[in-house]
Every structure is written in C-alpha cells, then in structure tokens.
C-alpha cells in the first residue's frame, strides 16, 4: 500500500487544501495508486484542473462585468439623447 498524501509533504507545505487532501487520502486506503509516481501525476493534474477551472470562471466574471457595463453605458446614451430630444421638442 502507498504512503499517505501526508507523507509526501504535500499537506504540511500548503501545496493541496484539506478537500483534496481527504480525497487522495481515501483513494490511497482504496489502493487506487500503483506507486508514488502515479500519486504525485494525479495531484499536479488535479491542481492544474482547478486552476483551468478556476481561470475559465475569471474570464467568464470578467465578461459579465464588461456587458453590464457595456449594457449601462448604451442605456445611459439612450437616456441623454431621448432627453436631448425631449429639450429640442419643448423649445418649440
């Protein structure tokens, strides 16, 4: 059977969270890992899994962001001329 996580280091130095952690720990008990080797390519994996996912939602917050603003911005110009429209008509 495969040393746990722990004894790799990866908990102690902050390298994975607790979540993460408890999974590889159980997956270890289970004898899902062939050696240290196979271990180690699952947690880099993982970590670059979330650190995919975690981009992919930055960029999609990011979008967001950019067309309510951009939303914002086209209904105040809408604004601006229907009240400059409304000045011209009540000059006359």
């Known amino acids: 059977q495969l040393a746990c996580p722990l004894d790799l280091g990866c ?6 969270d607790k979540h993460m952690y408890h999974e ?6 289970g004898n899902v890992f062939k050696n240290k080797k196979n271990l180690m390519e699952s947690i880099f994996k ?3 899994d979330k650190a995919k ?3 992919l ?10 067309a309510r603003a951009l ?10 001329k229907k009240a400059a429209t409304a000045a011209k008509k009540a000059e006359k």
């Open 11 to 16: 908990h102690s130095v902050k390298k994975i």
């Open 24 to 29: 590889l720990y159980m997956r270890v008990k």
């Open 46 to 48: 993982a970590k670059a």
């Open 53 to 55: 996912e975690k981009q």
């Open 57 to 66: 939602t930055d960029q999609a917050e990011a979008r967001r962001l950019k």
């Open 71 to 80: 939303k914002e911005k086209a209904t105040d110009k809408k604004e601006a």
